[in-house]
């Protein structure tokens, strides 16, 4: 079982975790360790990791309701959301995933009639963000591959990242991206922690599962891994092998 966090990152605040939300997210790890283990294909089928990953996408997401909703505190977190269809200031962020999370966004992102432009744009903008720092990638506020309209156009897909980061106001995100745009600090932005508690569980579980299985668990950026999937048509199969394919990627 990898160490789990005695503390996690909501936004850029550092919060430090009670031990009983450390024993709940042992046992969540756990689950989806497992999960992973048992699940993931031997070999490259990437509808077989984009079913696993969406089936760890509803565990996480029933966790994080059943978290909500268990105490007052967590029922006025949750009314506190204020995400919304058509708000994607977020979508500009440097996004961290888990290497099937890569495999299933490229496997959606392959699918549709809209595939061959999405394709395009992944493999324009990952030489733009090559090694750039999160902050100065933010400033540059490029937009995901996939953000169509200011919509996520495979939301079905969307990371577990992009499930869990909520905010409690659309004016902070707009003041805080306008901020380092011109090369400021930001501004801070409230977000409600449960959802990122309970994603810590979830991709420590992926991560773990995966360093069982004996292949490369690392954590990726976005775009770079999932623009090495869809680019080079080895590179999954290279990793269900257990070579480290995605290492440049790692953050
Ligand atoms: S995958 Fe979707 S939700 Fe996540 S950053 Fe890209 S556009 Fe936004």
Redesign the pocket.
């Known amino acids: 079982m990898a160490a789990l966090p005695r503390s996690i990152q909501v936004g850029r605040e550092t919060l430090r975790l009670p031990p009983e939300a450390a024993r709940f997210l042992a046992t969540l790890q756990g689950v989806i360790a497992d999960a992973v283990v048992r699940d993931l294909p031997q070999r490259r089928d990437d509808g077989a990791v984009a079913r696993l990953m969406a089936t760890i996408a509803e565990t996480q997401s029933a966790e994080t309701t059943k978290a909500f909703q268990a105490t007052q505190t967590g029922r006025v977190e949750q009314a506190s959301i204020a995400c919304a269809a058509g708000c994607?200031f977020?979508?500009?962020?440097s996004?961290e995933i888990t290497i099937p999370e890569a495999i299933a966004?490229a496997h959606a992102a392959g699918q549709g009639a809209d595939s061959t432009v999405l394709i395009a744009r992944f493999q324009a903008t990952a030489p733009l963000i090559q090694g750039l720092k999160p902050l100065k990638r933010q400033s540059m506020a490029i937009?995901?591959?996939?953000?169509?309209e200011e919509?996520?156009?495979?939301?079905a897909?969307?990371?577990l990242?992009?499930?869990s980061t909520y905010a409690t106001s659309a004016q902070a995100c707009e003041r805080d991206l306008a901020s380092v745009s011109k090369g400021g600090p930001g501004k801070p932005i409230k977000m409600p922690a449960t959802p990122q508690v309970i994603r810590t569980g979830v991709v420590d579980g992926i991560t773990s599962g995966l360093a069982r299985r004996g292949l490369q668990a690392d954590t990726v950026e976005?775009i770079a891994a999932t623009t090495l999937v869809l680019s080079d048509a080895t590179a999954v199969d290279r990793w269900f092998t257990g070579e480290r394919v995605f290492t440049a990627f790692v953050r």
């Open positions: 994607a977020c979508c500009r962020n996004v966004l937009p995901c591959p996939v953000l169509v919509a996520c156009s495979r939301y897909a969307r990371p990242a992009c499930r976005l």
